[in-house]
């Protein structure tokens, strides 16, 4: 199935680990629990290899498809400053997308595969990109809220067992942590502005707020993969723990911004040290994950005629790589 040939596993590693007395799983265990870093021509468990395609690859068809949302809004930004800003937004997310289509790739599986799977509607990308952007202020909350539940998952993704993962992840973060920022400051300028504009920022709050709630994942008594990503150290945290933290975090922001979360049940529980809140509705993040979300069929349409249309580019730049490629190379 997979392209690269690098299924495999490294036979020297392999032996070595043997030798010494432990099953290459043991040894691999191992070295993950001592905080090496496992690199792509590294022994690994097919399992191991199999969640981070599955984790990575989704992860890159979220940040190509979240394009989408956003991407809505910039012929209509409300000045200039805003253009800008907000393209360079939508393009970090498309630079993000490219990283962690390399990092998939040192694992042995085709770019070409991976977004063959994403057109065909096999392959899973964020629930929270399935969701309509209808006014400005949703520029905002996503910037403020997206981002931030992104930001709370990715950061410990920085320390992530597979090298690649976690370097690619080092230079998103950075980067979405300019992006919350601009979301939150959007939220500001409209939470400070006219009557109007305050409604706006909160009609924002509470269309994103459940659904930033269900980026994180199902319940960890649902998650199937959560317990072996964990002994793995893909995840170090699981869903609900940062879901937790990322309300914990968020309350305050919103009530700076004078603006009311939409859940009746949100409370402070001085024993817990965080917030109670009331129940995610998983009904509607199951049938998100089943295709039947509000933009399900239009994002993957949009995705579908964006790689139709850029056929022309990619023949382009493998034509002039072709033509450019040293003499020798081309010989061999
Ligand atoms: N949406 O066992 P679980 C961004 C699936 S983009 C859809 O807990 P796992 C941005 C899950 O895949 C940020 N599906 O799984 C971009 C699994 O299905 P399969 C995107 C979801 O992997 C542009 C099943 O449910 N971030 O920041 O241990 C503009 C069972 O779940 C979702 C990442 O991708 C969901 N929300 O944990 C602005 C972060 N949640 O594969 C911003 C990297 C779960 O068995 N990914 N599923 O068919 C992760 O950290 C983990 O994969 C998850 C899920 C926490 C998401």
Same mark, same amino acid.
């Given at each position: ?5 690098? &299924? ?30 496992? =690199? ?22 979220? =940040? ?34 490219? *990283? ?12 070409? =595969?991976?977004? #063959?799977?994403?057109? !065909? ?5 964020? !629930? ?27 950061? +410990?993704?920085?320390?992530?067992? *597979? ?21 939150? #400051? ?25 659904? !930033? ?5 199902? !319940? ?31 309350? +305050?922001?919103? &009530? *700076? ?7 009746? #049940? ?32 239009? $994002?993957?349409?949009?995705? $579908? ?28």
């Amino acid at each position: 199935m997979y392209t690269q040939g690098l &299924d495999a596993p490294d036979p020297e590693r392999a032996v070595a680990a043997t030798a010494a007395g432990a099953g290459p799983e043991a040894r691999f265990q191992e070295r993950v629990d001592a905080e090496e870093k496992i =690199e792509p021509k590294d022994w690994m468990p097919e399992g191991y290899r199999q969640t981070l395609i599955r984790q990575i690859s989704q992860h890159a068809h979220s =940040e190509i498809v979240g394009m989408l949302p956003e991407g809505n809004w910039i012929t209509r930004a409300p000045s200039l400053l805003r253009k800008t800003i907000l393209i360079a937004k939508v393009q970090d997310e498309g630079g993000h997308g490219a *990283y962690l289509y390399s990092a998939a790739e040192t694992l042995g599986v085709s770019r070409e =595969e991976l977004i #063959e799977q994403l057109l !065909s509607g096999k392959a899973k990308y964020s !629930s929270i990109f399935n969701y309509p952007t209808p006014t400005w202020a949703d520029v905002g909350a996503v910037g403020w809220l997206v981002d931030g539940a992104a930001i709370m998952n990715q950061i +410990p993704l920085c320390r992530c067992s *597979y090298g690649p993962y976690a370097r690619a992840m080092v230079r998103v973060c950075r980067e979405e942590s300019f992006h919350q920022r601009q979301g939150y #400051e959007i939220m500001l300028r409209l939470a400070k502005g006219t009557a109007g504009q305050r409604q706006m920022a909160q009609d924002a709050l509470d269309r994103w707020w459940w659904p !930033s709630l269900m980026m994180f994942g199902p !319940s960890d008594t649902d998650s199937k993969h959560s317990a072996q990503s964990m002994r793995w150290k893909i995840k170090r945290f699981s869903n609900d723990e940062l879901r937790q933290k990322f309300v914990d975090f968020t309350v +305050p922001q919103a &009530d *700076y911004l004078g603006l009311k979360v939409p859940d009746p #049940e949100l409370r402070w529980d001085e024993a817990a040290s965080g917030y109670r809140f009331g129940a995610i509705d998983w009904t509607e993040f199951n049938d998100i994950l089943k295709g039947h979300g509000p933009c399900n069929r239009e $994002r993957l349409e949009a995705r $579908r005629k964006a790689h139709a249309e850029g056929a022309w580019v990619r023949e382009a730049a493998l034509a002039y790589a072709a033509k450019h490629r040293p003499t020798a190379e081309r010989a061999a």
